[in-house]
């Protein structure tokens, strides 16, 4: 076949081949960095137009490809998975220059199947979803009209039928395919890492500048669902912790990164606290969030000295885990001197007005062991936020002096304002202090009863240092936007346009699918696999295991589908089908049927040897012969002659 | 199993006949689909090899439908005019299927001759045109019977071979000189050829050339009417092997094949007289010149011994 030129495409087939691999690119995308997408979108449009009637010349090929490199290189500096993924779409928009023959289109289609793939190293959402199902649609469609042009087919089928016939060889293919899926023995940990992305997506970061989270803020989409066994805090009691943040520069806040290999400080929990399981959306970092406080992790999992809950390693894909969590009764107790320093420490020459007034609230309060002060200084300090300042999330541009501008100009602001601000105050005043960052409260899908944590939901408290309780935490935010900060006003409800409660239900729907896709496919690896057949007694399934059980389904599946191909050549009249097995019946005594032999005569010659069998199949015969060439067309009669077919018995 | 040797037809493609393998493209695909799979299994990325595994299982599915495409089907039957060595024949193979399936873009081909046809419940005929290089009986080759439906990925093939020949006849030569002239030589042709003399005229019989059809006579009768060559050309004509004594073998009886078609161009009578074979008597018609052209095609290849070697 090889030193054969390979036909060329014609032109139907050449534009179905163009609109599978246009299927294959979108997706890809909808997930590049910035204006790669678009530019690069257009620029296969462009491309496909230029070299319709005849190929490219190289060298402007070569050009446009150096183009596209360039952009990548200026938009997503350095190498990572999104820079990649934006070199294979840029050659996906290429590669039309130079399809013609049916072989070309072929490799278009096949290399366009990476488009999707490639789409779900960057995202693993519903809309990537949809697009890739169609993508590869559209790619075996195109297959399936370049394998009719090859074969000279005259009429293709229709596009209804095609669409069938591909949909069906998926349906063939599915037993096998999810077998193994479920089945395959899966790498507990990579053979290489995944590159990571060098533009990174938002989330919770370890430094936080005040005005930062803003667009994290304004995105709704999921970043925890959580579910409990037996009781659930109350809604006001959610605070999923996640980075503790202790140091200081005037601009930002840093976590301190030498105490997170430090044991878990000392804690004494309030009460029996709170079993659950939370299902994280892939971070692509080790940062985890647990309700505060978390008592115990899972495996793979632990909580550094001030309660930030790590993961061994980066999460890129949905992770879970089974977590206890109980509010404090005491934690920390004892502050060591070190730490108590750091947690007191304000940079010099920063905020002066906010500084001055937490020494002032000092002075006032006066000092006592017991801490009495420090809970008046608090009190203070919450009422005066309570009277006098209000939530936004629209904030100008911060100055130098961003505490004092914010506490004593602006008086508006969100949670990294409130929380930046109260701490600077608190530490002036003398009363250690630390920020925390996370998610507080949550929404409860009444479909599947579980808890929904979105990335909107992120959030920013302080903890303070009190004498016998330790840390305790106070949300300034709260303070002043309780319902905020918790998810209990109907305005924050997911689903909720513009004042209108119709579309909730659906959301809730939609989010409980998009949970039970999480838990069957999203999240699923090697552990998860080991533990398959856990409702059936085994609790852990070696890989030896799952080789002969992913072998004995494969071999379920494939007999299947050779089972479909005997079914192919089996007689469809079940009355030709009975008389064929009773032939063979008297064919296997040597007395069968000659080909030229009509049946009458076969039996006559039949009742000469054995006259009682031959009898009875002389009047089957007649029988037969009424039914197949004078048809009655009485059910009742026919299924009379097909059972005494199958009876009958030489 | 191919069949070792011809068979008898009908032959049906049973599943034991069938192969199928990849393309070229089916294993251009399966080496993406790999390197698919190894990196979703490597990253975990569930999606990614859940598209993957879609797409294999679809291929896998897609090597059954092919050899679905081969399967129950039957080669009726083959046939072919006889035509003169040189000419192509025109092979036509009926085929049926068992089932009612649509078989789209079936490949029939024989050697490298190939031709794709469509396939449903009634039927189809595929036609072949076969080069033919000597006279003789041609023994069929296999006919191979192949699908890429429904994507191209795979390939489906069966062999029937058909225990069945095919008669080319010997080709005529083409600067022969004219037919012999009778042994007992009461050649009138030429003085009886004038005129429409009703006496000269029969009623048409079935079989007879057009060209011997007289017009002009025909349209003042009812019936159509024909001019009675048999007693205008003369009487019969005996070809007789020994008359092309001394030319070499094969242009012997390329000769007499010429002059087997010449004297049934021209509507007469003639027998043909071939070495150890009994005397084909005289006649004339389509059936007579198959008989006779048989004969000179079925003559043994390589020169008898008795004859004297030519060159």
Redesign the interface.
């Known amino acids: 076949m090889a030193e054969h030129a390979s036909p060329p495409m014609t032109t139907r087939a050449r534009m179905q081949v163009l609109l599978a691999a246009a299927a294959c690119l979108l997706p890809l995308l909808l997930q590049l960095p910035a204006w790669l997408g678009p530019a690069f979108g257009v620029g296969a449009l462009v491309v496909v137009a230029a070299s319709w009637r005849r190929p490219m010349p190289a060298l402007l090929r070569l050009l446009l490809s150096a183009c596209a490199l360039l952009a990548v290189a200026v938009v997503a500096p350095g190498i990572g998975r999104d820079t990649a993924c934006a070199v294979l779409a840029a050659m996906l928009a290429l590669k039309p220059s130079e399809t013609f023959s049916l072989r070309d289109g072929r490799s278009l289609v096949g290399f366009g199947l990476f488009g999707p793939f490639a789409t779900f190293l960057l995202d693993q959402g519903p809309a990537s979803l949809a697009l890739a199902l169609l993508a590869v649609l559209l790619a075996l469609l195109a297959l399936q009209r370049l394998a009719a042009d090859e074969g000279e087919v005259a009429q293709p089928a229709g596009r209804g039928a095609a669409t069938f016939g591909v949909l069906r060889l998926f349906a063939l293919g599915l037993p096998l395919a999810l077998a193994a899926f479920w089945l395959f023995p899966r790498l507990p940990s990579p053979l290489w890492g995944l590159p990571h992305r060098s533009v990174a997506t938002p989330g919770l970061s370890d430094t936080m500048t005040p005005g930062s989270m803003g667009e994290l803020l304004l995105d709704d989409s999921p970043a925890a669902r959580v579910q409990f066994f037996g009781g659930a805090p109350a809604q006001e009691q959610m605070y999923w912790r996640g980075p503790v943040l202790w140091d200081f520069d005037g601009r930002s806040w840093r976590q301190a990164r030498d105490l997170q290999r430090l044991p878990a400080a000392p804690m004494r929990p309030a009460g029996a606290g709170w079993d659950y399981r939370i299902d994280l959306e892939p971070t692509e970092d080790r940062q985890l969030v647990a309700l505060d406080l978390p008592t115990q992790l899972p495996d793979g999992a632990y909580a550094s000295h001030d309660y930030t809950p790590w993961a061994e390693t980066a999460q890129y894909n949905v992770s879970r885990w089974r977590m206890r969590s109980a509010p404090p009764a005491a934690f920390e107790a004892e502050l060591p001197p070190p730490l108590r320093a750091r947690a007191l420490t304000l940079p010099r020459g920063y905020n002066p007005r906010t500084v001055a007034l937490g020494r002032q609230w000092r002075r006032d309060a006066g000092s006592d062991a017991r801490g009495r002060s420090d809970a008046a200084i608090i009190g203070r300090a919450l009422a005066m936020i309570r009277r006098d300042f209000a939530y936004t999330l629209n904030v100008p541009l911060a100055g130098r002096n961003e505490v004092d501008d914010f506490l004593f100009d602006r008086r508006e602001g969100y949670c990294e304002h409130f929380s930046s601000a109260f701490v600077v105050l608190m530490r002036a005043a003398g009363i250690p202090a630390r920020v925390v960052t996370g998610y507080a409260g949550a929404y409860r899908n009444p479909i599947g009863d579980y808890w929904l944590v979105r990335k909107s939901d992120a959030h920013a408290w302080t903890e303070v240092w009190l004498p016998v309780r330790g840390w305790v935490r106070v949300d300034p935010t709260a303070a002043v936007a309780p319902e905020r900060v918790y998810d209990t006003i109907a305005d924050r409800q997911p689903g909720r346009i513009a004042g209108l409660d119709a579309l909730v239900p659906m959301f809730n729907a939609s989010d409980w699918l998009r949970r039970g896709w999480n838990d069957f496919v999203l999240g699923f690896n090697a552990q998860r696999q080991q533990s398959l057949l856990k409702p059936l007694g085994l609790d852990r399934l070696g890989a030896g295991a799952l080789v002969a059980l992913f072998a004995a389904i494969a071999a379920l599946a494939l007999a299947w589908m050779a089972w479909l191909i005997a079914r192919g050549e089996r007689q469809r009249d079940p009355l030709l089908r009975a008389w064929h097995a009773l032939e063979a019946r008297y064919r296997r005594l040597g007395r069968g049927r000659a080909a030229h032999e009509p049946a009458l005569a076969w039996a006559i010659r039949v009742a000469a040897d054995s006259p009682r069998a031959g009898q009875h199949l002389a009047t089957l015969a007649t029988r037969f012969n009424l039914a197949r060439y004078a048809p009655a067309g009485n059910r009742a009669e026919l299924q009379a002659l097909l059972r005494d077919l199958r009876a009958h018995r030489p | 199993m191919r069949p070792r040797a011809p068979e008898t037809l009908p032959a049906q493609l049973?599943?034991h006949r069938i192969y199928v393998l990849p393309?070229?493209?089916g294993l251009?695909?399966g080496l993406?689909l790999g390197a698919?799979l190894l990196?979703?299994?490597?990253?975990?990325?569930?999606?990614?090899?859940?598209?993957?595994?879609?797409?294999?299982?679809?291929?896998?599915?897609?090597l059954?439908?092919a050899?679905?495409q081969l399967?129950?089907l039957r080669v009726e039957a083959v046939a072919a005019e006889p035509v003169a060595a040189g000419e192509d024949l025109h092979l036509r193979i009926a085929l049926g299927a068992?089932?009612?399936?649509v078989r789209?873009?079936?490949?029939v081909a024989v050697g490298e001759h190939a031709t794709?046809i469509?396939l449903d419940a009634s039927g189809a005929s595929a036609e072949l045109r076969l080069p033919t290089t000597r006279r003789g009986l041609l023994p069929l080759p296999r006919l191979e019977l192949s699908?890429?439906?429904?994507?191209?990925?795979a390939r489906a093939w069966g062999y029937a071979w058909p225990a069945q020949s095919l008669l080319v006849y010997p080709a005529p030569e083409t600067q022969a000189p004219p037919l012999p002239v009778p042994a007992n030589g009461q050649d009138h042709a030429q003085a009886a050829r004038s005129g429409d003399d009703p006496h000269h005229l029969r009623g048409y019989r079935p079989g007879d050339p057009p060209r011997t059809v007289a017009w002009k006579a025909s349209a003042r009768h009812d019936s159509l009417l024909v001019r009675d060559y048999e007693q205008q050309r003369g009487g019969e004509l005996l070809l007789d092997w020994q008359q092309t004594a001394g030319l070499p073998y094969e242009q012997r009886i390329r000769r007499l094949a010429r002059w087997v078609d010449d004297a049934e161009r021209d509507g007469r009578r003639y027998g043909l007289q071939l070495p150890a074979q009994p005397p084909i008597a005289s006649d004339r018609g389509p059936q007579h010149r198959h008989r006779c052209l048989r004969a000179l095609a079925l003559l043994p290849h390589d020169t008898p011994a008795s004859e004297p070697a030519h060159g």
């Open positions: 049973t599943r393309t070229a493209s251009f695909f993406l698919m990196g979703a299994l490597n990253f975990n990325n569930n999606p990614a090899l859940l598209l993957a595994l879609l797409l294999a299982g679809a291929a896998q599915a897609s059954i439908a050899h679905m399967s129950g068992a089932d009612a399936r789209r873009g079936l490949r794709h469509a699908s890429v439906q429904p994507l191209g990925l």
